[in-house]
């Protein structure tokens, strides 16, 4: 059963909030990651929660140049469905 982009967008808003240095950030798809204050190691840190949640392989090296949250959720939505 694959995953719908809805619900791991959500998901992966939740993770977000957990690393962000903004407390008032909206988490909207076109919301740079840079706003939100997430590094290398928080975006780490997500990809292992969602690769554990969802027992599936996400490359790290595939997040290079994704820079709004709605990239990043199309990258493991696909890595995810795959």
Do not use: C
């Amino acid at each position: 059963m694959s995953l719908d982009r809805e619900t791991l967008f959500a998901e992966i808003a939740e993770l977000v909030k957990l690393h962000s240095t903004d407390p008032n950030a909206t988490f909207a798809e076109a919301t740079q990651l840079e706003e939100l204050g997430l590094d290398s190691i928080d975006l780490m840190e997500i990809v292992f929660r969602l690769e554990e949640t969802h027992g599936a392989e996400i490359s790290i090296s595939g997040l290079a140049g994704k820079n709004t949250l709605g990239e990043v959720v199309d990258y493991a939505l696909n890595q995810i469905n795959s």
